[in-house]
């Protein structure tokens, strides 16, 4: 059967075999045609490259039409090849459900084959500039004696390799047609069991390595090259297909030569190509795929891989597309033509990860001269990169049950819930749990501390007390004194903890900074610090306060791993948070980048009580989209629920946007995304003031400081040099102003809330007016009108 789609529409490119129409012959005869394209003589190719396309009955609701050859072309090819008999159909598309959180990327498996040794050995070639598809010697063993275990426990893995050996046997087998056509027919099948986006979002360059041998399939014959490249099909659908099939190798090319943006003629090809494609649909791509089927799925491919970088929500029409296409004509066929269709896969591959590739020359160049400050080198994630699995992201049951008891969670004080958290048998889990659990346990306890509740002095008064913004709890002479002062520092109802992300040596200079900040506020947070510059900085700064004192705990779920010691990722970030949800605990999830005035907790509660919101969130003053850079989500069995089910989506698809997701998720704005999760428990959703109270330099603020709380340096809609050293400069402005300790005094004279009414009251010339000119410089006297978001 094909592939569902919603709607209930199917795609059947599949010359008629798997909808009973056609007798077991001519289905054999149909699916030998694409075989023979593949190995025979210059005429049965010739023929089939010119036969034209004829149209399917089956309806779809993406415009796919059947890719059949003519009976005069399968009558010139049966003849050419005596008509060799093959059982089986082409492959069917594949599945788009998956197992979730399934690291395809086999991180830390050991089995058949150490994946991780392997895989960084690969690495290691392409670092020093070789092509490194060479099958390594354990692999090749590995594929005779234990094909099945390495499928079962590394499958995307076990494909690299599987290509990497076809190739080796298509090689030696140069005279032996029988060998060669069997390797490169299981690679098909196996090919189209994934979506390939699956296999392009994996650490395993499969597609980079089908490109690299590509050339192997290339015909001798001169003439027959013309008929795959279209070179004599003119205008039949208003297409102009040899200037097109230039323009697709010009364009491959400059790409490759890794130039800026601006430079070069990547700007007229891709002009002349986007005005193509503005024609070639009209009809449906009929006439498209009836001039020209591999320019067809060329055109394709551009367009699902400019929809995957950007407007994602069209990704889904175009890969689903792919899928089917790559089901019914073999990725040899597509490598004889000579359009540079898996090149482009390839370079889909490439740009979702961090790696050069030598096989495609200097693609990304312009990323990579920019070494680690590219801005969007950050979005990179990888399967591999969420290291905790469904038993440790959701350690009381990923399912209604486990659901459920969230909600018995939330309603217990700090010290029965490390009671009832510590009772539990979680001795079968990794130790990354019980790493990551240490970390969340260490944020609770420190909400039972009754040493950080005092909020005044010796011999404060009421009135005092009150003045600076503290509760005023008079004691009870006969009741013996439980060591809790009576001007108290403001605390939640709810356990709610902090969580921000941080990596790199840039930003470690700052966490020091942090976790001391963080504790002078009594803001009680998970700092998730990845690398080792970043953990042994916030490991430093908890020990210097003592594990007594401190209200951050660290975590960097990458310690002791391989590749880079620096590595990071903004999966997990969403990794803790879940595990913080699934454990009845409320969060305030925040960028790096960013400062806050004051401990937020109990705002945030109050308003969530006042609008019944279980996620609020924040936009940028000139555009109408939450930013991710500030999250408050309450626990519950919804929003554990919601939260799981929106990062299984955003894990299986590296190329959507964090940010994008959660906006069409929540409902918030009518941006789209693909393959989105169904059945999603609805929340209410609350929008923060970012006018004055949760501001952002995004459009600016109005710059009221008796109201500010938090602001974030997200980067400016007018690109500015060197923005990322100068909000870095800013932020570690205002915490070096804020631990000051003349601003420490001031505070403790008129309380725990009062920095930003020092820094407003300052002298322009003191510390304090420095520091404030820095977002008064950021401030607009009038909000810019919201634009919608792409």
Known sequence: MGQQVEG??????????????????????SQSLVQSLFL?????????????????NSKTNVNVLPILL?????????????????DESSPLPPSYQWEPFKDWDCIGVK???????????????????????????????????????????CPLGALYYLVLDTYRIFILAEEDREARMGAVQAIWKYLSVYPYFLISSSRWATWEALYYFSELHRPRDAELMDLLKCKDTRDSGGQDWPTLFNASIMWSNEHSEGKEPDEGLITDYSILMKEAAGTMWHDGGTKAQEDCPHGYIFFSGIQAMVSMLRITGDFELWARAIDFYLSEMPFYSIAASGWPTLRLFAMQSASLKTRRMPALGDFQGDVFRRGKMHPVLKRYRAYGDLLLRTPELAPFGRDAEGWALVDELVSLWPDQWVGLVRRQDFSKLRPIFHSTLEAVESVVMAMTRKTTRECG????????????????????????DDGVPSCRLPKPERKVIGVS??????????VGKFVFWMTQLNFHCILVAMGEACRKACEIAVSGLSQAASTVSCWDPFEGGLGDPQRGSILQRH??????????LDVVAFDFDTFWFSDPRMRFEELAAETKADVMMTRHLDADCFNMGLLYIRASSRSAEWYSKYLEWLHLHPYEREQRGVNFLLGFTNQKVSFAPKDMPKLKVGVLDDENEFASSRGGWLGNW???????????????????????????????????????????????????????EADPESLWGRTRKLLDELSVKVAPPRQVCW
């Open 501 to 510: 992300f941080v990596w790199g040596e840039n930003w470690a200079k700052l």
């Open 70 to 86: 003519s009976a005069a072309a399968a009558t010139a090819i049966a003849e050419a090849a005596k008509e060799p008999q093959v």
């Open 8 to 29: 209930g529409a199917r795609f059947h490119l599949s010359f008629g075999c798997r909808q009973g129409k056609g007798s077991s012959r001519s289905c054999s005869r």
């Open 706 to 760: 008796t109201k500010i709380r938090f602001f974030h340096w997200v980067n400016l809609a007018a690109e500015v040099m060197a923005w990322a050293t100068i909000k870095r400069n800013h932020v570690t402005a205002f915490y070096q102003c804020a631990l000051n300790f003349m601003t420490r005094d001031l505070m403790a004279r008129r309380g725990p809330f009062s920095f930003p009414q020092i820094l407003a």
């Open 40 to 56: 025979l003589g210059p005429a049965a190719a010739a023929a089939a490259a010119a036969a034209p396309v004829a149209s399917g």
């Open 575 to 584: 990794a803790i948070i879940h595990v913080l949800l699934h454990l009845g």
């Open 111 to 153: 089995g058949a084959l150490d994946w991780d040794a392997l895989y960084f050995e690969n690495e290691a070639k392409w670092s020093r500039g070789e092509d490194g598809f060479e099958v390594p010697s354990e692999a090749y063993e590995a594929l005779r004696t234990n094909l099945t275990q390495m499928l079962a426990e």
């Open 457 to 480: 002095h010796s011999g404060i008064t009421e009135e005092t007390c009150l003045t600076r913004g503290c509760l005023w709890v008079p004691k009870d002479p006969k009741v013996p």
